[in-house]
């Protein structure tokens, strides 16, 4: 027995002896917390649970860190200690690797997978091939042939992991010192040296994500309403969050499923994203190159359309938990149909909608629309002219835009659950005709750094935010003509076109703001002093989780907009808070939202001066109609819910074998019997013993 399994012994031994502080410091030896650990969570949907848990106390492993797929030999089947905790690098994070764990998963007692610090070049994407395959319009009943991809596979590097069912913990660790203290463990403790087995003590890892929820959203429901008659302890909940929407024409938000005589035209695009794992949702060019250019888009537009007003409204709306099943634009077309929204179904004249538009250096953007409703003239009709705006608004600037196939179904997108409910016209932009460019698909690789957004060294954080990037002026431009073509479209004359003009300094700070840093000064500008906390020094995350509140990317979002299509007015902090522009208004909270900012400080001075923004900014709830419906196997809404869970951590330390174990064990109940008989020995015999120093009866 060697050096240390006897220093195990005494300490054990010092510890039944002196319960309390000694034993603390014990603990303080053996464990080393890891910190930023990045878990896996368990989400449910009608029929399925995807995702990873722990046991309720943590599953602990031997650390093995996995060198080559061959090597997973040693973990399935030759190595002497299951169950192991395999630690991945990114390169081994495949699908087949990963399969093969999941598959032996009773000698695996967990996963940690090193995230690199640049993206691997081969691609890399855990979400399915065809994304929201069952909740978009192409179903059996509306085109057969076009269903399930049949046409185009949208996103073939999809390896559907994140769509799989773990019964083990899964973590991701950023490659920097703890990652190092793991590979440390590992070398000092757990290599095995020319084809023997490593000897004890073994480093091991104990990591814990327990989740409450189990089997279905059904199920889990079903427990949240048993346990809330008991106390008010949920399982799980429903993802979702909040729309952000804004119209250039003030809409009575107070009236409801109002037909309006104008038309709008909806221009729209998705806030959301996700990747593997649970707070690491950069989503850059699934989500940010779209509603950024959106954003832009409407920031250029707000001098025109309240100089000389086009015929029809535009309407902005950036939508929340599209990536599960279209939680956002189900819920606000739903709202639509039954008289819930400010705007009718009926009023909708058509959508524009902006998907991935980064253009990563090509100078190609495409313009799809659905064949299905385009069989109908007036229809036809309609998207061959806004086909046509977008073509000519893009003349001069720096790209061009081509029709992709007609015969070609839409890709993945929000105004598919447009087209489910009626044959609006529209048109989805996108930066590839057939399937995706994207090679980073709802995966954390679709970065900041995938999308071309990096800085000249040596910047500070203050000449960064305001650096313009190549890649802020190409979406830049693809502002100018979305904005453009939105005027023409809402009826605007065509000759105000040169007008309207996208700011490259808006895009580069918002691709800052949002890719590299939420807490920088300009944000910081924006939004009131109470949520300032809000802003983190990370790359915002777009996952869209379970808020009542609204979450980081849709309360920016609502406030940059208000600051890009409202404009400050001088009315008192107290009037702006109460949603009035003066003590006898009671009308203005129909028509505007007031937010009180808290704006910059002026030179030479620390405090803030807080201005009033009105707009037309609104949010509308973005929880799938399912929940709503207590309709919980739906098929036609989207049925996602989070686990809930008590703690997440991890943590190393090493292990003695199980003979040790047993000896330590031995050795205990050994001192316990021992001191039960001195008990009784002493009791028993307590007259002879103690019978001096009785008192008399
Ligand atoms: C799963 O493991 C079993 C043995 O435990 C093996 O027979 C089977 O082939 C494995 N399946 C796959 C898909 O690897
Ligand atoms: C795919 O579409 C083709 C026609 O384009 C059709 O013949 C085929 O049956 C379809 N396949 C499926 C699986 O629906
Ligand atoms: C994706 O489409 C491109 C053409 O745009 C094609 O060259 C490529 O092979 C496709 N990728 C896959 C995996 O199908
Ligand atoms: C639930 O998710 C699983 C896994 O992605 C999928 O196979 C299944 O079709 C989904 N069920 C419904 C009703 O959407
Ligand atoms: C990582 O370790 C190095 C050297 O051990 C140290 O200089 C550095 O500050 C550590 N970094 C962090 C983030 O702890
Ligand atoms: C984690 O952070 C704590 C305090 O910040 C530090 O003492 C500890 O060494 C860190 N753990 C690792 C593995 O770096
Ligand atoms: C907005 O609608 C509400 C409810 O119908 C009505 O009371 C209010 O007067 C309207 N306001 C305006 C400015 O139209
Ligand atoms: C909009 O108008 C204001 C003044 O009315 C002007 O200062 C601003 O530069 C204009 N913005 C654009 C983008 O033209
Ligand atoms: C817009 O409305 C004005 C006045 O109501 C009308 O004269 C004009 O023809 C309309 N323009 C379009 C494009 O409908
Ligand atoms: C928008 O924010 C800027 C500060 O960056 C401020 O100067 C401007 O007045 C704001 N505009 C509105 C309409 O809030
Ligand atoms: C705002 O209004 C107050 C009083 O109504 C006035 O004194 C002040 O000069 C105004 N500020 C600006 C910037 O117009
Ligand atoms: C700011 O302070 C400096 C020195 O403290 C002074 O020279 C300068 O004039 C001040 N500027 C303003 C705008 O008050």
């Given at each position: 027995?060697?050096l240390l399994?006897n220093?195990?012994?005494?300490?054990l031994?010092v510890c039944a002896?002196f319960?309390?502080?000694?034993c603390n410091s014990?603990?303080k030896k053996?464990y080393?917390?890891?910190?930023?650990t990045v878990?896996?969570v368990?989400?449910l949907?009608?029929?399925?649970q995807i995702?990873?848990?722990?046991?309720?106390s943590?599953d602990?492993g031997?650390?093995?860190v996995l060198?080559?797929e061959e090597?997973l030999?040693?973990?399935?089947?030759?190595?002497?200690?299951?169950?192991?905790?395999?630690i991945?690098e990114s390169?081994l994070?495949t699908r087949?690797?990963?399969?093969k764990l999941?598959?032996?998963?009773?000698?695996?007692?967990?996963?940690v997978v090193?995230a690199p610090?640049?993206?691997?070049v081969e691609g890399f994407?855990p979400?399915?091939?065809c994304p929201?395959?069952?909740t978009?319009?192409?179903?059996?009943?509306?085109d057969?042939t076009?269903?399930?991809?049949?046409?185009t596979?949208?996103?073939p590097?999809?390896?559907?992991?994140?769509?799989?069912?773990y019964?083990?913990?899964?973590?991701?660790?950023?490659?920097?010192n703890?990652?190092?203290?793991i590979?440390?463990?590992?070398?000092?403790?757990?290599?095995?040296v020319?084809?023997s087995?490593p000897?004890?003590?073994l480093?091991?890892?104990q990591l814990y994500?327990?989740m409450?929820a189990?089997t279905?959203t059904?199920?889990c429901?079903?427990?949240?309403?048993i346990?809330?008659s008991i106390s008010?302890?949920m399982?799980?909940?429903?993802?979702?969050?909040?729309?952000v929407?804004a119209s250039t024409r003030?809409?009575?938000?107070?009236e409801k499923?109002?037909?309006?005589?104008?038309?709008v035209v909806?221009?729209?695009?998705?806030l959301?994203?996700?990747?593997?794992f649970?707070?690491?949702?950069?989503?850059?060019?699934?989500?940010?190159?779209?509603f950024i250019?959106?954003?832009?888009a409407?920031?250029a537009?707000?001098?025109?359309?309240?100089?000389?007003?086009?015929?029809?409204?535009?309407?902005y709306?950036f939508f929340?938990?599209?990536?599960?099943?279209y939680?956002?634009?189900?819920r606000?077309?739903?709202?639509?149909?039954?008289?819930q929204?400010?705007?009718?179904l009926?009023n909708?004249?058509?959508?524009l909608?902006?998907?991935q538009?980064?253009l990563?250096?090509e100078s190609?953007?495409?313009l799809?629309s659905d064949p299905?409703?385009?069989?109908?003239?007036?229809?036809?009709?309609?998207?061959?002219?806004?086909i046509e705006?977008l073509?000519?608004?893009a003349a001069?600037?720096?790209?061009?835009?081509g029709?992709?196939?007609?015969?070609?179904p839409?890709p993945?997108?929000?105004?598919?659950r447009?087209?489910?409910a009626?044959q609006?016209?529209?048109?989805v932009?996108e930066?590839?005709?057939?399937?995706f460019?994207?090679?980073?698909y709802?995966?954390?690789y679709?970065?900041?750094e995938?999308l071309?957004?990096?800085?000249?060294p040596?910047?500070?954080?203050?000449e960064q935010?305001k650096f313009?990037?190549?890649?802020?002026k190409?979406?830049?431009?693809v502002?100018t003509?979305?904005a453009?073509?939105?005027?023409?479209?809402a009826?605007?004359?065509e000759?105000?076109q040169?007008?309207i003009?996208?700011?490259?300094?808006?895009?580069?700070q918002m691709?800052y703001?949002?890719?590299?840093?939420?807490?920088?000064s300009?944000?910081?500008?924006?939004?009131?002093?109470?949520?300032?906390s809000?802003?983190?020094?990370?790359p915002?995350?777009?996952y869209?989780?379970?808020?009542q509140?609204?979450?980081?990317?849709?309360?920016?979002?609502?406030?940059?907009?208000a600051?890009?299509?409202g404009?400050?007015i001088?009315?008192?902090?107290?009037?702006?808070?109460?949603?009035?522009?003066d003590?006898?208004?009671?009308?203005s909270?129909?028509?505007?939202?007031?937010?009180?900012?808290?704006?910059a400080?002026p030179?030479?001075?620390?405090?803030?001066?807080?201005f009033?923004?009105r707009?037309?900014v609104?949010l509308s709830r973005?929880?799938?109609?399912?929940?709503?419906?207590?309709?919980?196997?739906?098929?036609?809404?989207?049925?996602?819910t989070?686990?809930?869970?008590?703690?997440?951590?991890?943590r190393?330390?090493?292990?003695?074998?199980?003979?040790?174990?047993?000896l330590?064990?031995?050795v205990?109940v050994?001192?316990?019997l021992a001191?039960l008989l001195?008990?009784?020995?002493?009791?028993s015999k307590?007259d002879?013993?103690?019978?001096?120093?009785?008192e008399?009866?």
């Amino acid at each position: 027995m060697d050096l240390l399994s006897n220093k195990w012994i005494t300490n054990l031994l010092v510890c039944a002896l002196f319960v309390g502080a000694s034993c603390n410091s014990v603990e303080k030896k053996i464990y080393v917390h890891l910190n930023y650990t990045v878990p896996c969570v368990r989400l449910l949907n009608a029929t399925h649970q995807i995702g990873c848990q722990s046991s309720l106390s943590g599953d602990v492993g031997v650390l093995h860190v996995l060198e080559s797929e061959e090597n997973l030999d040693w973990v399935l089947s030759s190595g002497p200690n299951p169950p192991y905790m395999v630690i991945l690098e990114s390169s081994l994070f495949t699908r087949s690797v990963m399969m093969k764990l999941k598959n032996g998963s009773s000698r695996v007692a967990g996963i940690v997978v090193v995230a690199p610090n640049t993206n691997p070049v081969e691609g890399f994407s855990p979400h399915t091939s065809c994304p929201n395959e069952n909740t978009g319009v192409y179903s059996e009943s509306y085109d057969p042939t076009l269903a399930h991809c049949n046409v185009t596979v949208w996103n073939p590097l999809g390896n559907g992991l994140s769509y799989e069912e773990y019964d083990f913990p899964i973590f991701s660790l950023k490659d920097d010192n703890d990652t190092q203290v793991i590979r440390q463990c590992y070398l000092n403790h757990n290599q095995a040296v020319n084809g023997s087995s490593p000897r004890y003590p073994l480093c091991a890892m104990q990591l814990y994500s327990h989740m409450s929820a189990v089997t279905d959203t059904a199920t889990c429901m079903r427990r949240n309403d048993i346990n809330f008659s008991i106390s008010p302890e949920m399982v799980c909940d429903p993802l979702g969050d909040f729309n952000v929407w804004a119209s250039t024409r003030p809409l009575n938000n107070t009236e409801k499923g109002h037909k309006m005589w104008e038309k709008v035209v909806i221009a729209a695009a998705r806030l959301d994203s996700r990747s593997f794992f649970f707070d690491v949702a950069p989503g850059a060019e699934s989500g940010a190159s779209g509603f950024i250019t959106l954003l832009a888009a409407a920031h250029a537009l707000r001098n025109v359309t309240q100089e000389a007003q086009p015929n029809r409204t535009i309407f902005y709306t950036f939508f929340q938990g599209e990536t599960f099943d279209y939680i956002g634009s189900s819920r606000m077309v739903y709202d639509m149909e039954n008289n819930q929204f400010t705007v009718d179904l009926d009023n909708v004249h058509s959508v524009l909608e902006i998907g991935q538009v980064g253009l990563h250096g090509e100078s190609r953007l495409w313009l799809h629309s659905d064949p299905v409703s385009r069989r109908n003239s007036s229809v036809n009709e309609e998207v061959r002219k806004l086909i046509e705006n977008l073509q000519s608004a893009a003349a001069g600037l720096g790209f061009t835009v081509g029709e992709a196939g007609f015969s070609q179904p839409l890709p993945p997108s929000s105004f598919q659950r447009f087209l489910r409910a009626r044959q609006i016209p529209g048109v989805v932009i996108e930066n590839h005709q057939l399937n995706f460019t994207n090679r980073y698909y709802e995966s954390m690789y679709d970065n900041a750094e995938y999308l071309n957004v990096s800085y000249p060294p040596n910047l500070t954080p203050e000449e960064q935010l305001k650096f313009v990037t190549d890649t802020a002026k190409a979406l830049t431009e693809v502002a100018t003509m979305v904005a453009r073509a939105l005027y023409v479209q809402a009826g605007g004359a065509e000759n105000q076109q040169d007008n309207i003009n996208a700011d490259r300094q808006i895009v580069s700070q918002m691709l800052y703001g949002f890719l590299v840093r939420s807490n920088n000064s300009w944000f910081q500008q924006l939004i009131p002093s109470d949520l300032t906390s809000h802003l983190t020094d990370r790359p915002t995350n777009f996952y869209v989780g379970v808020n009542q509140q609204s979450s980081e990317p849709t309360l920016l979002v609502q406030y940059l907009l208000a600051n890009l299509t409202g404009s400050a007015i001088n009315i008192t902090q107290e009037n702006c808070q109460n949603q009035r522009e003066d003590e006898n208004d009671k009308e203005s909270k129909h028509m505007f939202t007031y937010m009180w900012v808290q704006g910059a400080a002026p030179p030479n001075n620390t405090k803030r001066e807080g201005f009033c923004v009105r707009s037309t900014v609104r949010l509308s709830r973005a929880v799938s109609p399912a929940f709503e419906l207590r309709d919980y196997t739906s098929k036609d809404y989207s049925t996602w819910t989070e686990s809930r869970w008590k703690s997440i951590k991890g943590r190393i330390f090493l292990v003695a074998s199980h003979e040790l174990e047993m000896l330590t064990l031995g050795v205990g109940v050994g001192v316990l019997l021992a001191s039960l008989l001195l008990t009784y020995i002493i009791s028993s015999k307590a007259d002879i013993l103690f019978s001096s120093g009785r008192e008399p009866t």
